[in-house]
């Protein structure tokens, strides 16, 4: 059965009981950390709204965070507003940490865009579905940000199986051979579908920086405070021009990988409950009842976060479908005349009809 | 004015585009000290420096995908691809990522970005080093395909096509990279009144009037030969070069097979799925009533790129091309 390995990099045990690391210490208030548990709640309440909206047929996909809300939590609020992220599709606790409307996230999902927010306004990259791919253009985005002589820091994310493709490889290639200020973040949540870390690597991730000639670490990645801690002196490592830092979140994807999926087929129920018990919220919560939280604040981040609920459930069913002209705008930025005879073409053949109509809308078939 | 070769007057262009706007950057395998293996980007990381003459580690997708990167940043790259047949391994970030990005953006991204690839066979090369994948990429909707087909193109296209907002796969006859032509570097390309508003028409290189006989990249001089001879033999061929195969310039075609009647399309690519393909249907769809023959097409063939001591046989020549004329005329 899969356990956590005894050297990972920890503040937070599982029961909740605060500890020191030789190489990495956090200066924090136990209100900074009810902040924390806070993130930690809403990003776990949105990932089971979308789950359930999944499930009434209002998303035609979630890709659940169910159980690696401290690595993107701890990840996301060590950033600074100046450096970007480029996320794989999974990072909804780092999306929520920079601000991004939840409800933007589910219209990719929905299937009402392909994108679906402006990838400027929170210094968080669209979703990227082919995997590995974004790992490129965060080290080109980083090395483009040398040459303009910033000093940000350019996160992205990956998985364990994302770790095998050759993208991922080649931008730690390009990162290390130009000094890029980019983190690299690894989700090892476990399994990449249904296979399982044996069947994908024979040495751990965080190992290969080495090879590629940067620092790389392993961290207990249900340990908010260890994420915190390794993800801020990354970022400051990238940033004061020491280059790029490979970090290796050693989580569990308590959920399925997307609601398409059935772990039942593949994991034992046993490794399951063990890791249930390394929740990543249980954790804090233990931490936080031991230090006389009161009842209040828990109640609080339940209004906070059944309000979030009303907002995603109502935002939405109101995602409207694109309308046909929509479906034709930004294939290029400069017209093309085939993009525009088929357009043209597809509104006449529409309007012989009274116009596209959704067969989602009602009254549709 | 200066005599040039179409690889010195790709150099010339890229040089004035970088003059012109430093957020262009260069990158490809060896066009550093080495100015690449055509020596087209000879001398620009001496006299740009290599930040922005970069010569990057050996992996076309890494080099293509955080090309990506730094356009999203605003930067412009111009990514050189060393041969057609190494483009695959960047296959996906530029089907995947580059064709899209401003789409699902909702044009909040703009990927302005070239993609250079010298491209097509008759240069006697090994394996891999002879392919003409254009229509992987014309069939790629989000991306520009254009190719030049004589020096003076080449030179005012590379500039409008790194000054243009949309990723543009810009395609060079390699074959052809040591014809030469007066290039007149006295004017601005960029300043003038179309700027690059005339990027993706196509030429009427020979007017004529029995035959139309399209063409872009390489086969143009292939074609503008065949239309010599057969005026020997008394047929008139017109030869339009493409130079743009998306957006494709279908006016153009239409305005000269309605004229003619008759029309041959010329590439070295394999003829089933090629642009060729797209062409005649299109043609044939807009000039039904005036044809006198259905379109023909001469070009490479269902194979891998053969080895080099046949590719004689396998790519269209002056005596293929009159020969489907000849076809053309018989109907």
């Known amino acids: 059965m899969l356990t956590a390995p005894d ?151 990956f998985g364990d199986g994302g770790s095998n493709q050759g993208d991922v490889s080649e931008a730690f290639v390009f990162a290390g051979v130009y000094n890029a200020p980019v983190v690299f973040l690894c989700q090892n949540n476990q399994y990449a579908i249904s296979e399982p870390n044996y069947r994908q690597m024979r040495a751990p991730i965080y190992k290969r920086a080495e090879g590629y000639g940067f620092p790389g670490y392993r961290v207990d990645g249900n340990d908010v ?31 399925a990988h997307t609601t398409s999926d059935d772990p039942t087929r593949y994991r034992d129920a046993d490794e399951v409950e063990y890791w249930k018990d390394r929740d990543p919220l249980l954790r804090v919560k233990r931490y936080l009842d031991s230090v006389n939280t009161p009842q209040s604040f828990y109640d609080e981040i339940e209004v906070a976060a059944e309000a979030m609920a009303v907002h995603i459930r109502a935002g939405v069913r109101e995602l409207a ?26 509104t006449e053949y529409f309007e012989q009809f009274g116009g596209m109509r959704s067969p989602h809308a009602a009254g549709g078939h | 004015m200066a005599t040039l070769t179409m690889a010195k007057a ?169 014809d030469k032509a007066e290039i007149d570097d006295s004017v601005d390309v960029m300043n003038k ?33 065949a239309a010599a001879a057969a005026e020997g033999e008394g047929l008139s061929l017109e030869v339009i070069d493409l130079r743009s195969l998306t957006p494709f310039d279908i006016d153009t075609v239409v305005k000269s097979v309605t004229k003619t009647g008759r029309m041959v399309v010329v590439h070295e690519a394999p003829q089933f799925g090629g642009v060729g393909a797209e062409i005649a249907a299109r043609i044939t769809e807009k000039c039904f009533w005036t044809m006198q023959a259905p379109v023909l097409r001469v070009s490479g063939m269902y194979m891998p790129y053969p080895a080099a001591r046949v590719e004689h046989a396998y790519l269209p020549d002056l005596d293929r091309i009159l020969d489907s004329v000849d076809k053309a005329m018989e109907y």
Not at chain 1, 327 to 341: D, G, R
Not at chain 2, 28 to 44: A, N, P, S
Not at chain 2, 160 to 178: C, M, S, T, V
Not at chain 2, 205 to 224: I, N, Q
Request: charged residues 20%.
């Open chain 1, 7 to 157: 050297d990972l990099i920890q503040l937070l045990t599982h029961e909740g009981k605060r500890v020191t690391h030789a190489d990495f210490s956090l200066d924090i208030t136990d209100d900074e950390i009810r902040s924390l548990y806070r993130d930690l709640c809403m990003v776990r309440r949105f990932d089971n709204e979308a789950t359930a909206l999944q499930r009434q047929g209002e998303l035609a996909l979630w890709a659940q965070c169910q159980g690696q809300e401290a690595a993107q939590v701890g990840a996301g609020r060590a950033l600074l507003p100046t450096d970007f992220v480029f996320p794989s599709y999974r990072e909804h606790g780092i999306a929520w940490t920079s601000g991004v409307d939840p409800v933007a996230i589910l219209g990719l999902f929905r299937g009402t865009t392909n994108g679906g927010w402006d990838p400027y306004e929170h210094n968080f990259g669209l979703y990227t579905v082919v995997i590995g791919n974004q790992c490129l253009h965060a080290v080109g985005y980083a090395m483009a940000g040398l040459r303009e002589g910033k000093t940000e820091a350019v996160l992205t994310c």
């Open chain 2, 10 to 178: 790709i150099n010339m262009g890229l040089r004035n585009a970088m003059k012109r706007d430093e957020k262009v950057v260069l990158m490809g395998e060896d066009i550093g000290k080495l100015g690449g293996v055509f020596r087209v980007t000879d001398g620009l990381q001496a006299e740009f420096g290599d930040m922005r003459v970069v010569d990057p580690p050996l992996a076309e997708s890494g080099i293509v995908g955080t090309a990506v990167g730094m356009a999203m940043r605003g930067w412009r790259p111009v990514v050189e691809i060393q041969f057609d047949g190494f483009v695959y391994p960047a296959f996906d970030q530029i089907v995947s990522q580059v064709a899209k990005h401003h789409y699902r953006s909702a044009g909040k991204t703009t990927l302005s970005m070239v993609i250079r690839i010298p491209f097509g066979g008759g240069i006697g090369a090994i394996e891999h080093h002879s392919e003409s994948p254009e229509a992987l990429f014309t069939h790629t909707a989000g991306l520009r395909v254009i190719s030049p087909a004589n020096p003076v193109d080449a030179y005012e296209m590379i500039q409008q096509a790194i000054a243009h907002p949309d990723p543009i796969i810009f395609l060079e006859p390699k074959r052809r990279y040591w």
């Open chain 1, 225 to 255: 405070l260890a994420m915190l801690a390794v993800m801020r002196h990354s970022y400051e490592h990238a940033r004061s021009g020491k280059g790029p830092v490979l970090v290796e979140a050693f989580t569990y994807r308590l959920g």
């Open chain 2, 193 to 225: 009144a179309e700027g690059y508003s005339r990027l993706f028409d196509a030429r009427v290189a020979r007017e004529g009037s029995d035959v139309t006989l399209v063409a872009y990249g390489p086969m143009v001089k292939t074609c503008l030969e």
């Open chain 1, 321 to 346: 479908d694109p309308t046909l002209d929509e479906m034709f705008t930004h294939v290029y930025a400069e017209p093309h005349p085939l993009v525009e005879q088929e357009h043209r073409e597809m």
